[in-house]
């Protein structure tokens, strides 16, 4: 559905992106990394604001820069925070449905549905100007989907919000990700990211730093293996049955919690098959079990720093 | 329907309280100058001049430019500023079409504000003016007849003789026999008014101006001039250059109302090529205010007096060429004679409308073409 080939944008001096080439298809993806990065830049890029300075942008295979023909079938919720402040939420969904071509005898329902969708029908004939961020950011979203859009571009879509809120709107955007659309959101925050999606492309300083499954992504760094923590009473006993695998690299013991045992390995899928075995097949208790790597903030701190 | 959309949120945009307080202002203003003027001239007041006056100076030279920047740079910049903007361009709507309904929003606006402030301007000026709108002079259009024909027996003037040396043989007879010390008598007043009336009436010029630099020819009899006028329009023409010779002792047979409606006219024309120049500043500068304030306040203000074709490079020459303004003539020399001293000509009507159309619909195409073809993302927000 997007796709960029060698894509670069910058600013005069400044970079955006720096020759990214990535293809997103449907599903919920996730666009990481810290503040300048790119992801906005990127964003802009596929919602046809911005053109790549070199490489190529295209999004159902179209340059998107004042598309129409891309805008019909794609939903943008930017980060910024400026609305019309002295509109009120509906008319201001109202307005960008009309824009986005809904017919009027369609257009009221629709506007409902999509209130209802971002729970806000209870403010929506309140101005603007008078709404908490968290309402912002929702009313944001509503007119992001109001036109039923293949294509879902949202830009930090949780800010503002509080945790119910969160949770809510993560909710809809894995929903609408099971539609068969192609959902991107952007974020700086891991955890709220490893709430929503394994699908990741990760951003640092304009590059792409690595881009799929959080997991795999992970499994392809060499130069940082795969860490397991394992908490057993029989810890010191199930570090030595653990060495006597080839693909394990090492086994420690935890100096504050004799209980607990981390292991390094590059083959944790080898790994993750044959633990079930040995526990079962020598008695250990298991009483937690933590990856700490398969935690996004571990890959992200490998990738950019690595 | 989705333009009465755009049109309705580019409205909804441009009204904002600031900028509602400014049109209050600027439609206000010219009329309360005019009221006070009204107020400390008490019955020397001349409701067709002051209009005349205060509609070039103010309604045409400072409210419509003014207007024209505020509300053209405004009708893109205020959303570019404030980031909104980006809802409406990511929408399945082509640029020009939201670049167009922000136009027509602030053609609307500035003509309407435009319009409000003449239309208070007329109503605070306005007073019945004996034998309005009539080329014929009658007695009532001679302001003190004893002096009028103590003038006319002793001219003071190079203009003054011309027109005397015009008038018949028995009108120049009886009037040498008149003692200037006593009353004006009708039947030679009727007379030399009969007079005057044929040399108005007849199908020629009654003095070129060009021969009597003393005469200070308004904007509008300088404006019919350049028509060529023939009949009526002649005649009307042969009326005002009278008034020009002598000053002060005919009253103008010009009225608040037709001046009014030949402004009217010119209002939303002004407003359109105005409004189209600064929407496309605002399309191609950052901050367009302060640029379209130098060029309404600079730009626009002096060039139109420059000598020569200069002149011809601002919008307010056009204007003023389809909208022309009786001004009070003073007997000190400003800078603006001076200036108009230098550049007696003005532009015909007929170019001045080409002129006018060709520069809206120039300003407005790039407006157009930049608007679609440009980004518009601010750095700081674009990473």
Partial sequence: MISLTRASRWYGQVIGINDVTCTIQAGLTALLGPNGAGKSTFMKLVTGQLRPTTGDVRVFNQRPFANTHVFRRIGYCPEIEALYDDMTGRSFVTMLAAMAGIARAKRAERVDEVLGMVSMSHAADRRIGGYSKGMRQRIKIAQALVHDPEIIIL????????????????????????????VLVSSHILYEVEQMTRQIILMDRGRLRAMGDV??????????????????SRARDLARRLLEFPYILSATLDSADARQVTIETRSPDAFYDDLPRIVLADGYRVEELDSPDNNLEAVFRYLVKG | ????????????????????VVAAILIMGPAFIALAIRLGMGSQFDGVLTYGTLAALLVFGFVLPILAVVFGTGAVSQELE??????????????WRILLAKYVAAWIVISATGLLAALALAAVTYQPTPGSGRTALNRRSIVNPRKFLAQLQTPDSPVVDYVTQRLSAETLEQLSRWDPDTPAPRPLLRMVLTDLNKLIAADRRLYDPADFPEINVPDDARQLMAERPRGAANARLNRWLLEAAFPDLIRTNRTTGNKLYRDVLVLPVGAAAYGAFFLLLATILPRALITGLFLAFGWESWVPMMPGNFRLL?????LRALAPHARPQTASTDMMQIFQALSPDTVPSALAWIVLAATTMAALALALAIFSYREYVPRDDAT
């Fill in chain 1, 215 to 232: 997991y795999q992504i992970r499994a392809l760094i060499d130069a940082h293996p795969h860490r397991v923590s394992i908490t057993t």
């Fill in chain 2, 82 to 95: 404030q980031r909104t903007m980006v809802y409406l361009l990511t929408r399945p709507v082509p640029r």
């Fill in chain 2, 314 to 318: 601002s919008v307010m020459t056009y």
């Fill in chain 1, 155 to 182: 830009d930090e879509p949780l800010n503002g919000l509080d945790p119910v809120g969160r949770k809510e709107m993560t909710a809809l955007f894995l929903r609408l990700a099971t539609e068969n659309r192609c």
């Fill in chain 2, 1 to 20: 329907m989705v333009d009465l959309y755009l049109l309705r949120n580019a409205l909804r945009d441009l009204a904002s309280a600031k900028r509602l």
